[in-house]
């Protein structure tokens, strides 16, 4: 039996000769998209970019080469002549199956993304060239897919969005500016001539769009730009609330330390996050949210909140159940604030109040399961405290001015609470901080001393957070120092306050001295901020300048029952942390630094 002779691999030259000689009518379309598919490789690309300059054979089968030819490198040329002389209704559909099988879960991150890019660009072309009665089907398609397929962490994905919004909107806006070491905002197949595109092959005259169709497609656009901005919002720390924070508020600013402002003007990486931010606000801009009056887009705000409006069925007569994110729009006006102050932008100012504006705003956004919403979107909660800084800076505080608080005082502690529920669960603490400021601002805001006291003591005895309890007594302080400065004759500048709020403010902890270390661990574990900011307390209320505020037997009854037992409890750790006689905790150092700073402080409380 004789061995057959081993097939040796055709070359490159050959491979291109037989695509050539292989063109419909010497076969069929089917016969030669298989010819096609087992000879593609970068090299015969540029032959191949040639032979799909016929527009016929494009036409028939350019939409068969899109998910072939995305994972070939190099294959943008050929993709964006089968965009331009394609035909569009059946590359379009190709392109979004293909997107949705490329992009999705399983897929490499950087691949997926790489191909995400192409496609968009693809269809900027493609609806372009689409002569429909009603185009609005086709781009609901779109935009659901591509949202769908979105990768928010990416910037090449967030600029490819916004190249596709600019064709899509029909808006000529220069291209997006490259940055220093950074080819991220280059797109594939830009300015596209729209003279070098093959007109809609199956089109006709009686295809011309309907009359509604112009105000169907932007209403489909503002739904799709307000989604894409809460997801980019929601998945990039843009750190606007620290930035205006710092802003606002110059004199919290620890000297010596690099400011969230300067990084974003150093680094290049944060720069283009700021450069994506302000073209997505541009082109909502575009869109015609800069035109909307506050009435109108607090109307979009405050509406039953739809997380993927885009994904129900389309009726082009039913146009307006395809609701706005009002997430993203709450993210868009965000940046309108935050633009104007840190870029001195000339950005839309909304005609918002601290009360009821703001306060609507954050009952609604919060909802009933706090910590999912906060945590679930961190950049949405980032814009309320964003608004809060901005309206509190621009002293906003109510639309009627002092007199319509103090009628409605009783939305000081509701108002209250929900910012702290902000300060308590955000993912990020620079977002926690300025939260937590905005909180501060409020309590000291409310013109009721009663309610002030009211709140305090509300933190200090139910909350169950020891950074929020530790927050109080802070406000505390501020708010006896300020009675004092002001010659104030209320609450504060009396014992009474005292009288009232000492036993949740030193509590009884005599119990410690039985206690086992574990205990011990696990009490400091869970309340070292509060105890840590008591501590200071105490040193401030019994020095010589407030000591008259102290109730008469106050400094014998705290040094009793919390005084003695913490010093007790601290020394205690930091023996048996010395002695290794417990594991050490996670955060060693930082545990045995903070026990010696309550010894230290306490110590140095003047009770006698």
Not at 92 to 104: A, F, N, R, S, Y
Not at 465 to 486: H, P
Not at 487 to 497: E, L
């Amino acid at each position: 039996m004789e061995t057959p002779e081993p097939t040796t691999k055709p070359t490159t030259e050959e491979v291109i000769q037989r695509l050539k000689e292989s063109r419909p009518p010497a076969t069929d379309k089917f016969t030669y998209l298989t010819i096609i598919g087992k000879s593609l490789s970068p090299e015969v690309l540029p032959t191949l970019q040639d032979i799909l300059q016929d527009v016929e054979l494009t036409g028939d089968i350019g939409w068969d080469l899109v998910d072939m030819l995305i994972s070939v490198p190099g294959s943008q040329g050929c993709l964006e002549s089968i965009a331009r002389l394609g035909s569009p209704r059946e590359v379009i559909l190709k392109v979004l199956h293909v997107m949705e099988t490329t992009t999705g879960e399983g897929e490499d991150a950087s691949v997926g993304n790489k191909y995400f890019v192409t496609l968009c660009a693809m269809l900027g072309i493609l609806h372009k060239r689409l002569q429909v009665r009603a185009p609005s089907r086709f781009l609901h398609t779109t935009l659901d897919t591509v949202y769908r397929s979105y990768d928010p962490t990416n910037a090449e994905s967030t600029a490819a969005i916004i190249s596709l919004l600019q064709s899509l909107s029909a808006q000529k806006r220069p291209p997006l500016p490259t940055r220093q070491s950074s080819t991220v905002l280059e797109m594939p197949m830009h300015n596209v001539d729209s003279a070098e595109s093959a007109p809609d092959p199956e089109a006709d005259q009686s295809d011309k769009p309907n009359t509604d169709e112009p105000r169907i497609i932007n209403h489909l656009l503002k739904s799709f730009i307000t989604c894409v901005i809460e997801a980019y919002v929601n998945s990039n720390n843009l750190e606007w609330a620290s930035r205006v924070l710092e802003y606002t508020y110059p004199q919290r600013i620890v000297p010596g330390t690099k400011t969230m402002m300067q990084a974003f003007n150093q680094e290049s990486e944060l720069r283009v996050k700021d450069a994506l931010a302000g073209q997505l606000a541009a082109v909502a801009g575009d869109l015609g949210f800069t035109k909307m009056a506050f009435p109108e887009l607090r109307d979009i705000l405050e509406a039953p909140i739809v997380r993927d409006p885009l994904a129900i069925e389309f009726d082009p007569s039913n146009i307006d159940e395809i609701k706005l994110s009002g997430g993203g729009l709450l993210c868009l006006i965000a940046y309108w604030v935050f633009a104007a102050d840190i870029f001195d932008a000339d950005q839309l100012r909304p005609a918002m109040y601290m009360f009821p504006d703001h306060h609507a705003l954050l009952k609604h956004y919060i909802g009933e399961d706090p910590q999912s919403e906060v945590l679930n979107n961190p950049g949405t909660m980032e814009a309320l405290v964003v608004l809060a800084v901005w309206l509190d800076g621009q002293n906003k505080m109510a639309a009627g001015g002092e007199t319509s608080v103090s009628d409605a005082k009783a939305n000081y502690m509701q108002y209250h609470h929900l910012i702290t529920l902000i300060s308590v669960f955000h993912p990020n603490v620079r977002v926690r901080n300025a939260s937590t400021v905005i909180a501060g601002t409020i309590l000291h805001s409310n013109p009721d001393e009663e309610d002030r006291l009211a709140i305090l003591e509300d933190l200090l005895e139910n909350c169950m957070f020891s950074s929020l309890q530790a927050c109080a007594v802070t406000w505390l302080r501020e708010e006896v120092i300020a009675a004092r400065k002001n010659n104030s004759k209320g609450h504060f500048s009396s014992p009474d306050c005292f009288d009232a709020i000492q036993y949740t403010l030193f509590p009884d902890l005599t119990h410690l001295k039985e206690a086992d270390m574990e205990t011990l661990l696990e009490f400091w574990a869970e309340g070292s901020p509060f105890h840590l900011q008591v501590a200071n307390f105490a040193l401030f209320l019994f020095s010589n300048d407030y000591r008259d505020l102290a109730p008469a037997g106050m400094a014998a009854a705290i040094e009793h029952r919390y005084v003695q037992p913490l010093l007790q409890t601290a020394t205690r750790i930091m023996d048996a942390l010395d002695k290794e006689e417990i594991e050490q905790p996670s955060d060693h150092r930082g545990t045995v630094m903070e026990l010696s700073v309550l010894k230290d402080t306490l110590e140095r409380v003047p009770l006698q």
